[in-house]
C-alpha cells in the first residue's frame, strides 16, 4: 500500500514538473517579446507557469467539470485583456498561447511526452513571429501562394474522390493520374523554391537542373536555341543540359514508385549512379567554362523576385495524359502483338519521353514475375534510344559542337543507369 501511494506521489510530482517546465518555457518566451515591445502584454512568465499549473492540478483531481471551469476561466481572462487592448494593432497570439498553455497543462498529467513536443511546437511557433511575417508578406509572391493552395485541393479533395481501380487491365486508374500529377506539381513546386533560394549562384546552372524535372529534352533544345541567338559558350550550355538530365533519372525512380513500388528497390542504386554521372560531368563542365559575372548584373539580383508561378499546371497535365495515352498504348499492342508490341510501343514512345515510357513498363509485371527479365530490356533500351533522340535535338538545336559537347556525358550517364540496371537483373 505504502509502495502504491509513493509511485502515486513521484507521479504527480512528474506531471507537476512538466506542467510547470512547460509553462516557464512559453512564458520566458513571451516574457522576452513583452520587453521588446513599448505596450504592456497581458501575460508573462508567472501567468503562464500558474496556467500550465492550474491545468495539471484539475486534470489530477478528475473532475470533468472542474477542467471545463478552468477552461472557461483563463479564456474568459484573454478575452478581457484582449477587450481592453488599446494598442493600434492588437493581436490574440499571447491570449491563444495562455489557453493553449492550460490545456498543455491538463495533457502533461495524461501524456508528459506529448505534452512536451507540443510545448517546443508551440513556443517554436511564437519565436518565429519575424521570420513568419517575413516570409509571407516578403518573400512569398502571390503566384506561390496561389499555387500552394491549388495543389492542396487537389491532394487534399480531389484525389480521395476518384476511383482507385483501374479502368482497362492494370491501366487507366483515375487516382492514380491524379497521384502521378500530384508528384509532377511538387517536383516542380521543389525545383521552383530551390531556384528562389539559390537564384544567385550558377544561375544557367540551377535553372536546366530544375527545368530537366519538367523536360530534359526540352531543356537541352532551349539552351541550344540560345546558343543560335547570343555567343554563348556551347560547353557551358552542355554542362547545363547534362545537368538537365540528372532529373531524368530521379523522375525514372519516383515515377515508377508512385506506379509500382515494388520496383524502388531495382531503380533506386540505377538512377543514383546515372544521376551522379550527369550532375559530376555537367557540374565540372560549368564550373570550367562559366564565366564571372558582371559586377551590374550581380547588383540588378538584389531587388525582388518577379512573380512567378510555383508550377506550370498545364505543362504537368500534359505530361500525365502523356503518360496515361502511352500506357494505354502499349498495353493494347501487348494484347495485339504480345511481347513484340511492348517492345515497339516502348522504342517509339522513348524518342519522346523515358517517364512515359516507365509508367508504361511497370504496370507490365513487378520484380521476380516471368515478365520483369522483359521489363529491364525494353527500358534499357529504351534510355538509349532517348539518349540518341536527345543528341539529334541537340544537334538540331544548337549544331553540332554543342551536340558534341554534350554526347559525350550524355551517354555515360545513360550508359551509368543501363549498366547498373542490367548488372543487379543478373
Known sequence: ??????????????????????????????????????????????????????????????????????????????????????????GVTTEIALFMAYLIGVMAVQAPMLASGLTVMVTGLLAARNALHQFARDWLRPGEVQGGLILGALALLVMPLLPDRPLWGPVLNPQLVMKLLIVLLLIQSLAHVGRRLLQARQAVALSALASGFVSSTATIGSLGMELRTTQGSHKLQAGAALLSCVGTTTQIVIIGGTIQPAWILSLWLPALIGSGVAALWGGWMVWRYATPPASGDAASTNGPPPDTDLFRLRDAALIVLLLTAIQAGVHGLRLWLGDTGVMVGTLVAALADIHAVTAALLTVGVPGSPEATQIVWALSAAMVVHAFSKSTVAWASGGWRYALALAPGLFAHTLGFVGTLLALMW
Open 1 to 90: 500500500m505504502e509502495a502504491s501511494s509513493f509511485s502515486g506521489d513521484v507521479s504527480a510530482l512528474s506531471g507537476l514538473a512538466v506542467a510547470l517546465g512547460c509553462g516557464l518555457l512559453m512564458g520566458i518566451e513571451r516574457e522576452r517579446r513583452k520587453d521588446g515591445q513599448s505596450k504592456k502584454v497581458m501575460a508573462g512568465m508567472r501567468s503562464f507557469a500558474l496556467a500550465s499549473l492550474t491545468g495539471a492540478c484539475t486534470a489530477f483531481l478528475g473532475s470533468q467539470v472542474l477542467m471545463a471551469v478552468g477552461a472557461a476561466f483563463v479564456a474568459l481572462i484573454s478575452i478581457v485583456a484582449y477587450a481592453y487592448d488599446r494598442s493600434d494593432s492588437p
